[in-house]
């Protein structure tokens, strides 16, 4: 091979591989399984169950959050006691902090909790019947503040600012207003589709992605096999579908990675280092890893090398 084919086979090989370990992965649960889901590719990888909550089986874990510490959250929303969880992002395993002690309508009933942390390090808690509560993070311990007036699936914050989304019936994004306990509505979903549940995160970017769950559907709708990746505007509320998330094409359909998503929903969607790192870093060039520092090193080695020798006089 000549040498400056070489050369720049070797540059396209580092810029792809950076490239590459640039895609953008969240977390969420179907049922209680964790799943790692990459938003470039709109695929989900079994990552694992989150195991017995106070000897009792799991089920339905949603409103999945990073703490600005880097620590998932999730709330096990599961019959009539619902508990506070981190979750191993690692394995699923989820351990209990404590029970959250909920009261008001069909507080013992499943109504789609949702949790987001703002930068402040307070955690903040919704429900589909508009309830709104702050949790201590370390206890589980709720104070209820009041109730929203519309209802809510789904939060995410970027920063100090949290935005709650919609969703059986009420496809619109608001902003809310954690002190006030106000909803502002800032436009709709443009989407006639209904959607059981929606879950809402931003990446390091600021952009507002959602998992769309379609489980169970409207009465007479069978056709939502898969959960939906979505973007969702944050000027407008307009979303637009990005596609089915789904395992690797290389997973069979008989494979407990493919079963735990098909017709099952998939809840909660937290992308790690986007609630306040990303929030804080100013805009900077690209990053190269190790890897990449040291190929591009070897490099402009061997040029500097080359136009050494094509200079060297000939005797």
Known sequence: MP??????????????????????????????????????????????????????????????????????????????????????????????????????????????????????????????????WSVDPATANVTPLGNLGVKITGLAARGSLLYGAGSQGNNNLYSIDPVKV????????????????????????????AILDYVPPPSGNTSADWSDLAKVSVASGALTVVGNITPPASTGTNSPAYQNLFQIGLKGLAVPDSVCAAAATTASTPALSARGIAALIALMLLLGGTRLRRRRPSR
């Open 3 to 132: 040498l400056r084919a070489f050369l720049a086979a070797l540059v396209l090989g580092v810029f792809a591989s950076q490239a590459r370990a640039a895609d953008v992965f969240g977390y969420g649960e179907a049922f209680n399984v964790l799943y790692s889901v990459d938003l470039t590719t709109n695929t989900a990888t079994q990552i694992g169950g989150a195991g017995l909550i106070y000897g009792q089986p799991s089920g339905n874990i949603e409103g999945l959050t990073f703490s600005p510490a880097g620590m998932l959250y999730a709330v096990n929303d599961a019959g009539a006691v619902k508990t506070l969880l981190t979750i191993n992002k690692n394995t699923g395993l989820a351990t209990p902090v404590g029970v959250l002690n909920l009261s008001g309508p069909n507080s013992g009933g499943q109504i789609d909790l949702a949790l987001a942390f703002t930068c402040d390090g307070k955690l903040w808690m919704s429900a589909s019947t508009g309830q709104f």
């Open 182 to 209: 106000t909803a502002t509505l800032i436009g709709s979903y443009q989407s006639a589709n209904y959607i059981t549940t929606t879950s809402p995160g931003f990446d390091p970017s600021g952009r507002l992605w």
